[in-house]
């Protein structure tokens, strides 16, 4: 069964920077998946914010692009989200997925999301 575990979030002032990790479990065809971050804010829709394939390319949304780093870690099937310079408008439940809905040869379609963590930027 393939799982996602995100670890961090809280308070954090503007400025401030703090660091999100998710670890997948599975097969390691699943886990070699490109994985993701995504982020809602309140009352708005989920969108994702920073991607990584197994191979180390990544893709940011422009509003984080020069302030977030995502990195992977494939020995511990563990990737990471570094934010920097957080802005109160960051604020929101940032979530860890697996797959992000693409297909993949041997798994089929992967879509694998965490529990969520809150992330408050706030003085």
């Known amino acids: 069964q393939v799982q996602v575990v995100e670890s961090g979030g809280g308070v954090v002032q503007p400025g401030g920077s703090m660091t999100l990790s998710c670890t997948a479990s599975g097969s390691s065809t699943a886990t ?6 995504y982020a809602q804010a309140p009352g708005k829709q989920r969108g994702l914010v920073a991607s990584i394939t197994k191979n180390g390319n990544t893709n940011y949304a422009n509003f984080v692009r020069g302030r977030f780093t995502i990195s992977r870690d494939n020995a511990k099937n563990t990737i990471y989200l570094q934010m920097n310079n957080l802005k109160p408008e960051d604020t ?16 089929g379609y992967l879509e694998t999301w965490g529990q969520g963590s809150l992330v408050t930027v706030s003085e």
Do not use: H
Request: with cysteine; net charge positive; glycine share 14%.
């Open 32 to 37: 070699s998946a490109t994985m993701g971050w």
């Open 92 to 107: 929101a439940v940032y979530y860890c997925n697996l797959g992000l809905g693409r297909y993949y040869a041997q798994v």
